[in-house]
């Protein structure tokens, strides 16, 4: 398979079970930022030295594929070939899990901190942003065409895992929180 196709030279992409469409349409725009998301995660995952963060977020990166699939596929009814990209509303449930787990360590917060800290918390806070701008463009689309649930209810709780996750590991760092 080549890298490239010069299909898209246009500015048009193609979905799953669709015609073409333009890159610059909703649903491509929210599978975008997942895959953009995605990409923030590896580069955490370059630099954390916390292998259970690490295989945390190898997880959650698996989990994006599935969802940027969902969101690219237009089918309906979905095919079998959809069960590799399902995205149970158990996920979220798993998600809930880590958080309450890395949170029970953390000091609790009596006011806003300032994003940064470590490299690994630093690229954790930019991730939790970008999250946060996915599940805006994900919300667009479900307001628009419809999106499962557990998509919207995956990306609200996976940017509140990762705010837990940057304070968790500036913790065992040692790096500052700095205040508002």
């Known amino acids: 398979m080549k890298i490239y196709t010069r299909r898209g030279d246009t500015g048009e992409t193609g979905l799953l079970g669709a015609a073409r469409v333009r890159k610059n349409t909703v649903r491509v725009e929210a599978y975008g930022a997942v895959d953009e998301l995605n990409a923030c ?18 997880g959650i990166q698996r989990d994006l594929f599935a969802l940027g699939a969902q969101l690219a596929d237009v089918r309906k009814p979905k095919t079998k070939k959809r069960e590799k990209a399902a995205l149970p509303h158990g996920k ?59 998509i919207l209810a995956y990306a609200n709780r996976l940017s509140d895992l990762l705010f837990v996750l940057a304070r968790a590991v500036n913790a065992r760092a040692g790096a500052e929180e700095i205040a508002w």
């Open 92 to 150: 979220v449930a798993v998600l809930e899990q880590a958080i309450d787990r890395y949170e029970e360590k953390l000091t609790p917060l009596k006011t806003f901190i300032l994003p940064g800290g470590c490299e690994a918390g630093a690229r954790l806070h930019l991730a939790r942003t970008v999250c946060r701008r996915a599940e805006r463009r994900i919300a667009a689309l479900a307001e628009k065409e419809g999106v499962p649930a557990a």
């Open 41 to 58: 995660l590896g580069q955490v995952c370059a630099v954390v030295t916390d292998s259970d963060v690490r295989d945390l977020l190898v």
